[in-house]
Structure formats: structure tokens, C-alpha cells
């Protein structure tokens, strides 16, 4: 028997262990719709294996998350962090784009729709003219947009990303988080971000959860700004 | 010339040639189209750790006297499990783990061989031979090809969602586990099934040359796959030709083509770049 939720997604006394070892401890916070957030936490604070969590690539230890009803956990887009595989990996840019296409259709071949989407997704993210290129060919910042476009493909309304600007440059960088927030702000997509950027964090952000083995903070930007947690974290940054 | 062509078709005609040609062409195919994924998977090694594991199973096959396919297939299937879920969990070192099971292999191969007496079926397992087949060996290798075309075919998608990004192929509702160990287990009786043409020592090569070959020019995932099986097809027809007219061993004749193959795709690479970028 499922749980319901008035929220987009809802986390209930989560926890979650990795061989025994618990890295987070009873986690409570909910995702709205058209919610901007941001994990923000040092290294090994949990937020990496959160998010496998909510796409149910790891099983709760403890307690539950519980989507609403009309979306599940299929129907997050995500964009996971680049391996090294792919450094190397033959595949053009429309292959990689549509592969986000799949979903549950047993079908051998591309049906026109899921053509067209990813056509769609690639003009949006402006890479429409490099779709027969090779992703191993292109630069750090065109790959990051074809992944991404592929996470549109399999987004409902939901995309999670797991530090999306990790090794980009600056000018890549901010004209990623400008496609981000045009996505939240225009589409009214709802964007969950893990993020080492603690500044980006702050400008794009609506709402923070604040992670540290257990949630530290959970609620609105603004009110996190003037929170204790806020305060000790950007000391040690030196902010 | 023509002379050359005279002596292949005189050999053509021959029935253990032909056997040779069908089986060596069909699993150097198979073994390319898997190699596709478990080179881009970082999984050579599985190739090489079961080729040696299937030379323990026949040799132990043949000490005990059974017949060597119906005995070693169902080992090399269990070793091709065991072994993708070792190179998948890196705490035991998957690479090291691979490699002390795939030598451990070869050296119980090798004392069933002394046990049983030196026979020539052995070494022909090791390097390959092109009459040590029989029509059961012919007619299971079209079935194998049959059935590993037909999966690539429907499964196409999913293949590459599996093997580009696991993580995010999982994340769309994939079960990549039933894909991995399917792959695993092709690969397994893939390697048992070709090991008697081509040598316990060298089918690895098939799984991997191909691949790597067709990715020094080809940029798409479909790209590397179709030109896999045919620089696949071509080599070990080439191969097996080479092997009749030259009298030389199938399986080393087959990798040495391969290799050539490599070569030649490598220099057409090299300038297909230069191109673009000038």
C-alpha cells in the first residue's frame, strides 16, 4: 500500500547505508513542483548516494520517498556526473540524445515521436547542428548539453542533476546554469541540483537542503542565508 | 594468379574447409558484435579470462572422456557469471581476480592434458585447427549466430543505453543486469563454440580487434557495430584462405588479419582527423 503525498516528491525519515555504514540519517524534506533545489555538503555528506535514491538505483534503508502520483521515479531526467567511459565512447550526438528516449517501449527501432523529441530537445539546448557529430570529438561543454538534452528526453517535469558544471569553465559554466534556470523559470521544470558551486548555489537556488550524514538545513534560500548552518559553512569557505 | 585462386577453390570443395569457413566466419562475427560492448565496457578481459577457462573445461572433458561441448558450454556459462560480477565489484581488484582465475584455468588444462597423455585434440584447442570440427559444431554455431543477430537487432536501444551510461540506463526503468549477464553468457558459449578453429590462446582477439579496429574510424555507436562484423567476416575469410594456401594454423592466420585490418583502419583514421581538422 502507497503512500500519498501533496508534494511533487516527498522524503519520509529516510536513511541510507552503504554496507552497513550509514551516510545519511533520517532525512525529512519534499520537493514542489516548479521548486529549484539545491543539495549543497562536503564530499561524503550523502548527497550523491541521495540521489541514486530517488531514482531507485539504491533502496532506503529506513522510511520512504513517495512521489505523487502522476509522476514516478521513471520520470526524473537525469544528468549523472561524466565517466571516463565516455571520454572515449563512439556514439554520435543524436544516438546519445535519443538514448534517453527509451522508456518502457520494447519497439527495435526509434518511433517518429521520440525522433522528433529529441530533435526538439537539441535545437533547445542549441546543439541541433552538431547531432551527427561524435561525442567523443566535442568539448566539455557541448557534451554536458547533449546529456542533458538526453535528460529532457526522459523528464517528465522532474530533472535531477549530479554537479552539473563539475570540470567546465567558467564561461560554460554560467551559460549552463542560464539554460538551467531559463528551463525552471520558462517551463516550469522542476530542478533538484547536487552542487559544489556553493555561490551558484545561492544565486539560482529557491530552496537549499543542507546535508551532513543528516539534513542540517532544509527550506527557503533566503532563510538559509541567515541561518547558523550558512554562517559556520561560509566561514570555513571564507565568505 | 589465377593459379592461386585454382588451389582455393580445389580447398573450397573440401568439406572440413568449408565447415571451417562457416564456423570461423560466424563466430568471428558473434565475437565482434559482442566485442562492441565489452570493449566499450571496459570488459575485454572477461574475453580473455573465459577462453581460458573453456581450455580447463575441455581438457577436463577429455580426461573423463565426455563429449567436449556438452561439457564445457554449461562451465564457461557459470565462469562468464562469476566473472562479470568480480570485474564489477572493484574491492576484490576485478582485473586481478580475472586474471588468477583465467591462469589457474590454463594451468588445470594443461596437467589434465599430461594426465590424459598428450593428444592432438588438445593442442588444437589451444591454437586452433581447422579439422578438428564436426557438423554439430556447424550446425551450432548458425544457431548462435542466428540467435546473437536477432538479439543485437531487437535490442539495439537498449544495448547501447546499457553500455554508454549504465547508471542512467537504470534510471530509465532498464533492468541492464538481464543485459550484462545475457551479453556474458553469449560471450561464454561464443568462445566455447569457436575456441576448436581458432585456439583457447587467440579467440579473444576476435572479441576484441574488430571493435577497435572499426572505433579508429567510425563515430557512431551503429557506425562501430555494422563495420565490426564485416571487417569480422572479411578478416576470418581471409584468414582461413590464407591458412589453406600458406599451410598455416586457422586461428593465428585469422588474428594476424585482424591485426592487419587494425593497421590499415588506424592510417585511414589518422588522416580521416587530419582532414577534418584542416
Known amino acids: 500500500m502507497k503512500n500519498k503525498t501533496t508534494h511533487l516528491i516527498e522524503c519520509k525519515n529516510v536513511s541510507l547505508s552503504y554496507d552497513g555504514n550509514c551516510v545519511l540519517e533520517n532525512a525529512n524534506f519534499y520537493v514542489d513542483r516548479g521548486d529549484y533545489l539545491c543539495i549543497v555538503g562536503e564530499n561524503g555528506s550523502g548527497k550523491s548516494t541521495l540521489v541514486k535514491a530517488l531514482l531507485s538505483l539504491k533502496k532506503v534503508s529506513q522510511g520512504e520517498i513517495i512521489f505523487a502520483s502522476d509522476v514516478g521515479c521513471k520520470k526524473i531526467g537525469y544528468l549523472p556526473q561524466r565517466t571516463n567511459v565516455q571520454k572515449d565512447f563512439p556514439a554520435t550526438v543524436r544516438e546519445v540524445v535519443l538514448s534517453g528516449c527509451l522508456g518502457t517501449s520494447l519497439s527495435p527501432i526509434w518511433s517518429l515521436s521520440d525522433k522528433l523529441k529529441a530533435d526538439r530537445n537539441m535545437e533547445r539546448l542549441g546543439i541541433g547542428d552538431i547531432a551527427g557529430r561524435c561525442f567523443r570529438d566535442l568539448s566539455g561543454g557541448q557534451q554536458q548539453r547533449a546529456l542533458l538534452a538526453r535528460a529532457l528526453c526522459a523528464a517528465g517535469s522532474i530533472l535531477l542533476l549530479d554537479e552539473p558544471t563539475a570540470g567546465l569553465d567558467p564561461i560554460v559554466t554560467k551559460e549552463m546554469y542560464r539554460i538551467l534556470e531559463e528551463l525552471n523559470r520558462e517551463e516550469g521544470m522542476t530542478i533538484i541540483m547536487v552542487s559544489h558551486d556553493f555561490d551558484a548555489a545561492m544565486r539560482y537556488a529557491t530552496k537549499i537542503l543542507h546535508l551532513e550524514r543528516s539534513v542540517k538545513f532544509f527550506g527557503a534560500r533566503d532563510e538559509y542565508m541567515e541561518s547558523d548552518v550558512f554562517g559556520r559553512w561560509g566561514n570555513d569557505r571564507g565568505l | ?278
Do not use: Q, W
Not at chain 2, 596437467?111 to 559444431?137: K, Q
Open chain 2, 1 to 278: 594468379m589465377i593459379e592461386v585462386f585454382e588451389t582455393l577453390a580445389e580447398y573450397f570443395s573440401l568439406k572440413y574447409v568449408i565447415s571451417a569457413l562457416i564456423v570461423g566466419v560466424l563466430i568471428s562475427v558473434c565475437s565482434s558484435l559482442l566485442g562492441v560492448s565489452l570493449v566499450l565496457k571496459r570488459c575485454s578481459m572477461i574475453g580473455d579470462g573465459l577462453s581460458h577457462v573453456a581450455f580447463g573445461a575441455l581438457a577436463l572433458a577429455s580426461v573423463l572422456g565426455f563429449a567436449p561441448l556438452a561439457f564445457s558450454v554449461p562451465i564457461v556459462v557459470i565462469a562468464a557469471v562469476i566473472l562479470l560480477r568480480i570485474s564489477e565489484n572493484a574491492k576484490i581488484g576485478g582485473d586481478a581476480a580475472i586474471a588468477m582465475i583465467s591462469s589457474a584455468s590454463l594451468a588445470l588444462g594443461v596437467i589434465f592434458v599430461s594426465l590424459s597423455g598428450m593428444n592432438t585434440d588438445i593442442t588444437s584447442y589451444m591454437f586452433g585447427s581447422l579439422v578438428a570440427l564436426e557438423r554439430g559444431d556447424v550446425i551450432i554455431s548458425v544457431i548462435l549466430s542466428v540467435f546473437i543477430l536477432v538479439f543485437y537487432l531487437l535490442f539495439f536501444k537498449r544495448i547501447f543505453a546499457v553500455t554508454f551510461d549504465e547508471n542512467f540506463a537504470r534510471a530509465t526503468g532498464i533492468s541492464t543486469e538481464i543485459y550484462k549477464t545475457a551479453i556474458a553468457i553469449i560471450t561464454a558459449i561464443t568462445i566455447a563454440v569457436g575456441m576448436r578453429v581458432i585456439g583457447a590462446m587467440l579467440i579473444s582477439a576476435l572479441v576484441i580487434f574488430p571493435a577497435l579496429t572499426s572505433m579508429r574510424i567510425f563515430g557512431s555507436f551503429r557506425g562501430v557495430a555494422i563495420s565490426s562484423v564485416i571487417v569480422a567476416g572479411v578478416c576470418a575469410f581471409v584468414g582461413i584462405s590464407a591458412s589453406c594456401l600458406f599451410s598455416l594454423p586457422a586461428g593465428a592466420s585469422i588474428v594476424v588479419s585482424n591485426m592487419a585490418a587494425f593497421c590499415v583502419f588506424s592510417v585511414i583514421g589518422f588522416f580521416k582527423r587530419r582532414l577534418n581538422k584542416g
